[in-house]
């Protein structure tokens, strides 16, 4: 029975599965984001995920990354040459457009325009 | 982990809510005063009763004085509403008393609210469950032996309810409110019909208990005072404006006219009926029904509608005491935020609820219960002192803004708010004078020692702050950083051969093992014969004997020197029983961190991890350092010159869980302290810290054999013993978390403070 099924999921499924699928629905809101398990490497994206992690490095110039994720996959954004970046915190929602580059099985965009949405973890 | 323990949390707790699914949707009026006002209303079952109960004392004529008194506690209520239509607009964000005294009038003042409030909630739960189980009683009367269990069991009910959180409480809480004030409006009204006729007479109406006082007016103030049981809960609309629709402070002023009006009239329709029907109510006697459930029996005559009468009531005092479940821990995480209470006050739990909050609460409130043995007369008393000290410095408070922010059309405000607060003073004053004797004396001595609590714990944190935020850190800058390091040896196992790859990878300055059993020192030559071995003399406990010798070598080292103990041992099983077995570990590990200038080094190693084929004391490749901050200070830069000195592959700092502001605050202060390092910030959705760390732990894909992940934890060790519960429990449940990990190495580096 497809609710009985359903109930023992809500029971068992771990916290992240759980958030997995919040994020899944959340990001399927965002017009005409590509989920980042579908992004094709090397072509322009529009790519919408909540910041899981931020990344300071002071060395060599600076940087700061943050990392989206949509429930489906993970993806880092860079910016070079940056000390501060307005509104990146940990939980907010992230839409970008660039050119999706891969390395190492890592995605990632360099220098991304961004603009910040509401998200489920914005607390 | 097992799913089983899991599935049972889950299905008694519901499933762990993300952060952001706080956000609540704002509150129409008719939804807004149920929430708010439920406790205010659910006053007006005892109320009367109270002043009943104290002009019996002189006879069954003073009785009559039942309705004036009424009157003039609803004069008060006026009063006391108007004013807090001021306040409501003074502070559209919510105007907690608290916040109030302490912006305005200092604090001390803030103080004595927060301990009134803190009380207040404690009794407003103890006082509400306990009419409730009174109005069970009354409608079934078999059970009156009970009461102190139904009360007790009611208590275990609003507060698993309230563990779980609920976030369609607002429509729940409609039904029973506006069904309570429906159903005495029914009752007045029904009331006054039937005395047309001739009023019913109540069932105590042939009781003639002896006068033993003269009436008085102290007896009258007394009476008085003990009305005043009605304006409990008023101030709860005044915290609430922010759940309110635009315009949220027209709305909720709105909204305490209309309580005004019902409250009014509820209390003095009750008062009359009970005055008509001649109600008695005598404290001492065994098995009396509340005055409420005397009156809806006579007017009623015992029919569905008086169980209707009593089964509103109950349910409209289970929720008064459901506000102060709300209450109590959003106070509690105030006060921990502004320091005067334990941090473990300050955050949320699992389903976005504060537990800790409501599991103190919760025991504090049965104790109050059994103490008093649901004796709902004995615990008002206490009631009232902390209820009108809040009223009269918030009002005050609010006076003092009003003079500073000089808003248009302040005066009166400020003048109806003043007015307001000397009236609520002299009831104070009134209330404590009667009620001194029986429970107001209990009060008057718990405040003080409470202040004095949140006082110190409030200067403990502050110097902690202040010594972990000086420029001056002892030692001083250690760069370099020079490492020495003593490999305590149990056994000579497999984690003692993997805690020598380690140190050997790590080259330090000096490296040395030590043991308490001397046949071991063949077979650790035999390891590592590279590795001077030493058996310490005997005499005393085994961590007496280690710390004898990290003084004695601490004493040839330099001040900046790091000194580190590495302890490898062997777990046999995943859980919490194998810690508990390695008791004596512990013990030493956590005197160990009281010792000046030691650091403790974790190698573990579960048994079922060993691969006999690889040579464990090879040296990892790859050492993948990071330290755990959560704050740019003292503690964390030593452990970042201490996590610079393990030769690290790749080393930078991570913190975990931090909330949006907190992010933004710890990567300024970063960059400010010029620290060469990179830091992470990585979310924990769930503010579980231990699953977050784990998970990043993962990602470098740790074996313990050619890759190594070590956490480096600052912990600042406080001076007396007694004050470290206060601390970072934090780095104690990381250590426990990633214990059974593969390859995970954890090192505490405390940082002693002289507070």
């Known amino acids: ?123 | 982990m097992s799913k089983a323990p899991v599935a049972m949390k889950r299905l008694l707790l519901g499933r762990p809510m993300a952060s952001g699914e706080l956000g609540h949707t704002l509150l129409p009026k008719v939804f807004a005063l149920p929430v708010f006002a439920s406790d205010a209303l659910s006053s007006m079952s005892y109320a009367s009763q109270e002043v009943l109960i104290v002009l019996v004392a002189a006879g069954t004529g003073a009785l009559a004085l039942g309705v004036p008194i009424s009157l003039a506690v609803s004069f008060l209520l006026a009063v006391v509403i108007i004013s807090y239509r001021q306040i409501v607009r003074a502070y559209p964000g919510g105007g907690g008393a608290y916040a109030v005294a302490y912006e305005n009038l200092g604090t001390y003042s803030g103080l004595v609210v927060a301990g009134a409030l803190l009380l207040d909630y404690v009794l407003t739960v103890a006082v509400s469950i306990t009419a409730g189980a009174d109005a069970i009683v009354s409608a079934a009367s078999g059970l009156h032996e009970h009461k102190l269990s139904i009360t007790i069991g009611l208590i275990g009910l609003v507060t698993f309810a309230n563990l779980r959180g609920a976030k369609e409480s607002a429509r729940i809480f409609a039904i029973p409110t506006y069904g309570f004030v429906l159903s005495i409006f029914a009752l007045v009204i029904t009331g006054l019909l039937r005395c047309l006729d001739g009023c019913p007479q109540a069932e105590s109406a042939s009781l003639h208990p002896e006068s033993h006082s003269l009436l008085t007016a102290f007896l009258v103030l007394k009476a008085f005072a003990a009305g005043t049981t009605a304006l409990t809960g008023v101030e709860a609309i005044a915290e609430g404006v922010p759940v309110f629709r635009y315009p949220q402070s027209k709305n909720a002023a709105t909204t305490l006219s209309i309580l005004g009006v019902l409250s009014i009239s509820m209390f003095i329709g009750v008062a009359w009926l009970a005055d008509k029907t001649n109600v008695v109510y005598i404290h001492e006697l065994e098995g009396q029904r509340t005055v409420i459930a005397q009156i809806a029996n006579a007017v009623f005559g015992g029919g569905p509608m008086f169980y209707l009468v009593q089964i509103m009531t109950v349910l409209i005092l289970i929720l008064a005491a459901n506000t102060a479940y709300t209450g109590f821990p959003v106070l509690a995480s105030i006060l921990a935020r502004d320091r005067f209470l334990p941090r473990q006050l300050l955050n949320r739990g699992d389903r976005l609820v504060f537990s800790n909050g409501v599991l103190i609460l919760a025991v504090f409130a049965v104790l109050l219960v059994y103490a008093f043995n649901a004796d709902l007369n004995r615990l008002i008393q206490l009631y009232l002192v902390g209820v009108f000290i809040s009223f009269t410095l918030a009002q005050f408070g609010t006076v003092v803004r009003w003079r500073r922010t000089r808003e248009p059309g302040w005066q009166r405000s400020a003048a109806i708010n003043a007015f307001g607060g000397l009236v609520t003073g002299v009831v104070l004053a009134v209330v404590v004078l009667t009620k001194f004797k029986t429970g107001a004396w209990i009060v008057l001595t718990a405040m003080p020692f409470l202040i004095f609590m949140m006082r110190s714990i409030n200067r403990h944190y502050v110097s902690v702050l202040e010594e972990l935020s000086a420029a001056e850190r002892r030692p001083v800058d250690r760069r370099p950083g020079h490492q020495h390091m003593v490999v305590f040896v149990q056994k000579v196992d497999a984690a003692s051969a993997r805690a020598v790859g380690i140190v050997r990878s790590i080259r330090p300055n000096s490296l040395s093992a030590i043991t308490v059993d001397p046949t071991l020192q063949s077979a650790w030559r035999r390891l590592a014969p590279d590795i001077p071995i030493e058996a310490l003399p005997g005499g005393g406990s085994t961590a007496d004997r280690i710390r004898g010798y990290l003084r004695t070598r601490r004493q040839d080292l330099e001040e900046d020197d790091f000194l580190t103990l590495v302890i490898p041992e062997i777990l046999h099983r995943k859980g919490l029983i194998e810690i508990a077995t390695r008791s004596h570990l512990h013990r030493l590990k956590a005197g160990l961190l009281r010792e000046p200038g030691v650091q403790v080094m974790d190698v573990p190693l579960l048994r079922d991890d060993i691969d006999h084929t690889v040579d464990e004391a090879r040296e990892p490749a790859r050492n993948y350092v990071f330290v755990l901050v959560s704050s740019v200070q003292n503690a964390t830069l030593q452990a970042i010159e201490y996590a610079e000195t393990m030769r690290p592959t790749d080393l930078r700092a991570v913190s975990f869980g931090l909330d949006a502001s907190e992010t933004e605050q710890l990567g300024d202060l970063w960059l400010e302290a010029r620290i060469p390092h990179p830091l992470e910030m990585e979310a924990a959705p769930f503010r579980d810290i231990g699953e977050a760390v784990v998970n990043y732990v993962n990602q470098f894909r740790p074996d313990g054999v050619e890759r190594m992940v070590t956490i480096v934890l600052p912990e600042f060790v406080v001076k007396k013993a007694h004050h470290q519960i206060l601390h970072g429990q934090t780095a104690l449940l990381v250590k426990r978390r990633v214990l059974f990990e593969k390859g995970v190495v954890t090192v505490s580096v405390p940082y002693h403070l002289e507070h």
């Open chain 1, 1 to 123: 029975m497809p609710f009985l099924s359903s109930f023992i999921h809500n029971l068992t499924a771990s916290p992240d599965e759980i958030r997995a699928e919040n994020l899944c629905h959340w990001a399927d809101s965002i017009p005409d984001a590509v989920p980042i398990s579908e992004i094709r490497p090397r072509e322009r994206t529009k790519v919408a995920g909540v910041i899981q992690n931020i990344r300071i490095d002071p060395r060599s110039g600076g940087s700061i990354e943050a990392t989206i994720t949509d429930g489906r996959g993970q993806l880092v954004a860079r910016w070079l040459g940056r000390s501060e970046l307005a509104g990146i915190r940990l939980g907010a929602g992230l839409v970008m457009q660039g050119v999706v580059g891969e390395q190492k099985g890592e995605l990632s965009m360099l220098n991304p325009e961004y603009e910040l949405v509401p998200s489920p973890e914005h607390g």
